[in-house]
């Protein structure tokens, strides 16, 4: 057998362990949200910065399945990354010499809105899965996602908060890892380094945990230590166009914040005060409408046009009968080629509304804000919310490698010829419409403590440089931050082939 049909073979054969890692990622916040936290519980578990139970059991599991050669090869990084690595020491090649692949995959999900699911798609939990004995209710469901397959295969779909986003990725990370180290001594490993890391925090902070690793794990560090591509593998299935996309770009992302500080004072009496709110609500209805009309948004023809919604809010008063104080709103910035976060900014700070507010006698203050939260490891970023867009070129021989990659070890397992959201022989190149950490690797060209060699081939982008990205990864981009969430399990063993495969193509090329 050569190398495709061995990865194959043992991909195949990874589908239940990769089945059972990620439903018990899935379900162990269950084991906590309910809990008080005298008694360990945790009603954030799962979420950004609440991390550590399901991470702990995915160390346990990377070094029970064997995807690790020792168990001191998987450790936490003080951000509270979980970080592996595999490689073949005895292949006779300098470490420097080799090429280095990262993998990243993030951890935490968004909020599970777990009462909801009950209410609204039936048998169906959060974290639980489907519930024995309950009906599902189909309608609800097809009618909330973006796409599912037809009712006779729902046997093959894997529900509940983080199966589409994007857990089902990182089990396939740790399942590739295993793969590469049975079949080292077959070259699978042969002049490849591929460090994997299971991310936190990315749902709030996108791009923090690489913010971490590509800052300080290539300061200082030799060739070894620097990428010379990077796979995410964030879901990449479109409901309308397929499963496993290969993704080679998305839009770039940062959060405006305007604070409007009035004047407060009894309800009874509003011409004593300055109401934030009801002049916030105005600046509110004027961006939203600007957007509507592309007013100040450029277009790409790959990327596709920057977007802006209003995304969180905060109302400081001192009661329901009262002028506030003080209204704090973001504004979710999407950014596209051709777009800065300096512009960005000044389009909100310039809205006729704002002046009127100033002019009224209330103070506007429009930026970008800091995120602070620490870490599940008590690790505070302290980083701005601007999160860079990035693409590789078509061209780049990572893309290649990947298109390779694909007719070899994932068409092999596509049954049929898919429509809609299913999966498709042929492999089709694209981009992300949402954000993934890939805007936390791209690093200042002008950074004089990180050498990259020329022989890395990165990316340059204005101010920013970055190795290849792309990104393939199981779920349906459409389906992810829904109730009634799920994979398609049959997407597992593709994108487990996939990652196994890859270096050793990437390195052959």
């Given at each position: 057998?050569?190398?495709?049909?061995?990865?194959?073979?043992?991909?195949?054969?990874?589908?239940?362990?990769?089945?059972?890692?990620?439903?018990?990622?899935?379900?162990?916040?269950?084991?906590?949200?309910?809990?008080?936290?005298?008694?360990?519980?945790?009603?954030?578990?799962?979420?950004?910065?609440?991390?550590?139970?399901?991470?702990?059991?995915?160390?346990?599991?990377?070094?029970?399945l064997g995807a690790v050669d020792r168990p001191e090869d998987v450790s936490f990084d003080a951000f509270g990354n979980l970080c592996w690595?595999?490689?073949?020491?005895?292949?006779?090649?300098?470490?420097?010499?080799?090429?280095?692949?990262?993998?990243?995959?993030?951890?935490?999900?968004?909020?599970?809105?777990?009462?909801?699911?009950?209410?609204?798609?039936?048998?169906?939990?959060?974290?639980?899965?489907?519930?024995?004995?309950?009906?599902?209710?189909?309608?609800?469901?097809?009618?909330?996602?973006?796409?599912?397959?037809?009712?006779?295969?729902?046997?093959?779909?894997?529900?509940?908060?983080?199966?589409?986003?994007?857990?089902?990725?990182?089990?396939?990370?740790?399942?590739?890892?295993?793969?590469?180290?049975?079949?080292?001594?077959?070259?699978?490993?042969?002049?490849?380094?591929?460090?994997?890391?299971?991310?936190?925090?990315?749902?709030?902070?996108?791009?923090?945990?690489?913010?971490?690793?590509?800052?300080?794990?290539?300061?200082?560090?030799?060739?070894?230590?620097?990428?010379?591509?990077?796979?995410?593998?964030?879901?990449?299935?479109?409901?309308?166009?397929?499963?496993?996309?290969?993704?080679?770009?998305?839009?770039?992302?940062?959060?405006?914040?305007?604070?409007?500080?009035?004047?407060?004072?009894?309800?009874?009496?509003?011409?004593?005060?300055?109401?934030?709110?009801?002049?916030?609500?105005?600046?509110?209805?004027?961006?939203?409408?600007?957007?509507?009309?592309?007013?100040?948004?450029?277009?790409?023809?790959?990327?596709?046009?920057?977007?802006?919604?209003?995304?969180?809010?905060?109302?400081?008063?001192?009661?329901?009968?009262?002028?506030?104080?003080?209204?704090?709103?973001?504004?979710?910035?999407?950014?596209?080629?051709?777009?800065?976060?300096?512009?960005?900014?000044?389009?909100?700070?310039?809205?006729?509304?704002?002046?009127?507010?100033?002019?009224?006698?209330?103070?506007?203050?429009?930026?970008?804000?800091?995120?602070?939260?620490?870490?599940?490891?008590?690790?505070?970023?302290?980083?701005?919310?601007?999160?860079?867009?990035?693409?590789?070129?078509?061209?780049?021989?990572?893309i290649a490698a990947a298109v390779d990659t694909y007719r070899r070890v994932v068409s092999p397992l596509v049954e049929g010829e898919g429509?809609?959201?299913?999966?498709?022989?042929?492999?089709?190149?694209?981009?992300?419409?949402?954000?993934?950490?890939?805007?936390?690797?791209?690093?200042?060209?002008?950074?004089?403590?990180?050498?990259?060699?020329?022989?890395?081939?990165?990316?340059?982008?204005?101010?920013?440089?970055?190795?290849?990205?792309?990104?393939?990864?199981?779920?349906?981009?459409?389906?992810?931050?829904?109730?009634?969430?799920?994979?398609?399990?049959?997407?597992?063993?593709?994108?487990?082939?996939?990652?196994?495969?890859?270096?050793?193509?990437?390195?052959?090329?």
């Amino acid at each position: 057998m050569g190398l495709d049909d061995r990865i194959l073979e043992l991909a195949r054969q990874s589908l239940p362990d990769a089945t059972e890692l990620l439903r018990e990622a899935i379900r162990i916040p269950s084991d906590y949200v309910d809990r008080p936290p005298e008694t360990g519980g945790d009603p954030s578990c799962g979420l950004s910065n609440h991390e550590g139970p399901r991470l702990e059991y995915l160390r346990a599991k990377i070094v029970e399945l064997g995807a690790v050669d020792r168990p001191e090869d998987v450790s936490f990084d003080a951000f509270g990354n979980l970080c592996w690595t595999v490689q073949d020491p005895d292949d006779g090649i300098a470490p420097a010499d080799k090429t280095v692949i990262f993998f990243d995959g993030h951890t935490d999900t968004v909020q599970a809105l777990r009462h909801r699911w009950r209410e609204t798609a039936g048998g169906v939990d959060a974290y639980d899965g489907l519930v024995e004995g309950v009906e599902l209710d189909r309608d609800f469901l097809r009618q909330e996602l973006g796409y599912l397959p037809p009712d006779d295969e729902w046997n093959h779909l894997l529900w509940g908060r983080g199966s589409a986003d994007q857990l089902g990725g990182v089990v396939c990370q740790i399942l590739a890892s295993r793969i590469l180290l049975q079949l080292k001594s077959e070259g699978a490993l042969r002049g490849v380094i591929v460090r994997s890391f299971a991310t936190v925090a990315e749902e709030d902070n996108d791009g923090g945990g690489p913010m971490y690793f590509m800052r300080n794990e290539l300061t200082g560090g030799g060739p070894e230590k620097v990428p010379d591509v990077l796979i995410l593998t964030e879901g990449t299935g479109s409901s309308a166009d397929g499963a496993l996309g290969i993704y080679r770009g998305q839009r770039g992302r940062m959060q405006i914040e305007v604070v409007i500080t009035g004047k407060s004072c009894h309800g009874s009496m509003p011409w004593e005060g300055r109401n934030p709110l009801e002049f916030g609500g105005a600046i509110l209805a004027e961006a939203a409408q600007r957007y509507r009309d592309g007013v100040g948004f450029a277009d790409d023809p790959f990327l596709g046009a920057g977007s802006r919604t209003a995304s969180w809010a905060r109302l400081e008063t001192p009661s329901d009968c009262a002028v506030p104080e003080r209204f704090i709103f973001r504004l979710d910035r999407r950014l596209t080629a051709g777009e800065d976060p300096q512009s960005a900014i000044a389009d909100v700070d310039q809205l006729p509304t704002v002046a009127a507010a100033r002019a009224a006698g209330l103070t506007v203050e429009v930026g970008c804000p800091t995120y602070d939260q620490p870490t599940w490891t008590g690790y505070r970023p302290g980083n701005r919310q601007i999160y860079p867009g990035w693409v590789t070129p078509e061209e780049h021989p990572a893309i290649a490698a990947a298109v390779d990659t694909y007719r070899r070890v994932v068409s092999p397992l596509v049954e049929g010829e898919g429509t809609e959201g299913a999966m498709r022989r042929e492999p089709r190149v694209s981009r992300w419409v949402f954000s993934t950490d890939g805007v936390g690797v791209p690093l200042p060209v002008d950074d004089p403590e990180i050498q990259i060699p020329d022989s890395k081939g990165w990316v340059a982008s204005g101010p920013f440089r970055h190795p290849a990205m792309f990104g393939i990864g199981p779920g349906i981009e459409h389906n992810t931050h829904k109730i009634g969430e799920c994979v398609d399990t049959r997407e597992l063993a593709p994108v487990i082939a996939f990652y196994a495969r890859f270096p050793s193509i990437l390195r052959r090329s």
